[in-house]
Antibody, heavy 121, light 108 residues
């Protein structure tokens, strides 16, 4: 059974940094692209970033490019999102998501439970 | 970036009725790489439809998707109580993935 267990998140001051993690199990992690999606309170879904199975290719939304970095450790079946220069508008529930196929441009068939990031002084 | 516009914002229907949700793209979606998700309060989204018209594993056949190019539709043939939720479309035909703003299907 596929399982994505997220950790990290919490309260951070504007300008601060935070690292989110997503531990995957139940599938061959290195064979699938992974992504991060967020949802601001009461708002819709926003795609943030995707990383290929090997980690060699990454894509970012313009809203986070240069501030967020996605990475993966295939030896530990773990996906990470390093978030720097955080702003109030980054406040949201953050989800990790598994691509349904091995291409980096994919729909998402499994999602983590979500973790809340609050950026506030 | 491909912008996805969903309509209507809210659909008020009764159980047993038919729901028709629209997703319009600002430019053609390559390969009909369009997915639909259902999200209930406090839960992660669930994949319903991919490739515009293919049902994901375990999705009931009352859910169907259609369309190509810039116009896509999600149809729920007969609403069940558990279908009242928010629905999002997503395109994955470009390297900048995008979601629509969502349509809420509420009980009338």
């Amino acid at each position: 059974e596929v399982h994505l267990l997220q950790s990290g998140g919490g309260l951070v001051q504007p300008g601060g940094s935070l690292r989110l993690s997503c531990a995957a199990s139940g599938f061959t992690f290195s064979s699938y692209a992974m992504s991060w999606v967020r949802q601001a309170p009461g708002k819709g879904l926003e795609w943030l970033s995707s990383i290929s199975g090997t980690g060699g290719t990454t894509f970012y939304a313009d809203s986070v490019k240069g501030r967020f970095t996605v990475s993966r450790d295939n030896s530990k079946n773990t996906l990470s999102l390093q978030m720097n220069s955080l702003r109030a508008e980054d406040t949201a529930v953050y989800y990790c998501a598994k691509g349904q196929v091995n291409g980096i441009q994919s729909r998402f068939d499994y999602w983590g439970q979500g973790t809340l990031v609050t950026v506030s002084s | 970036e491909i912008v996805l516009a969903q309509s209507p914002d809210t659909l008020s229907l009764s159980p047993g009725e038919r729901a028709t949700l629209s997703c319009r793209a600002s430019q053609s979606v390559s390969g009909s790489y369009l997915a639909w998700y259902q999200q209930k309060p406090g839960q992660a989204p669930r994949l319903l439809i991919y490739g515009a018209s293919s049902r994901a594993t375990g999705i009931p056949d009352r859910f169907s998707g259609s369309g190509s190019g810039t116009d896509f539709t999600l149809t729920i043939s007969r609403l069940e109580p558990e279908d009242f939720a928010v629905y999002y479309c997503q395109q994955y035909g470009s390297s900048q993935l995008t979601f629509g703003g969502g349509t809420k299907v509420e009980i009338k």
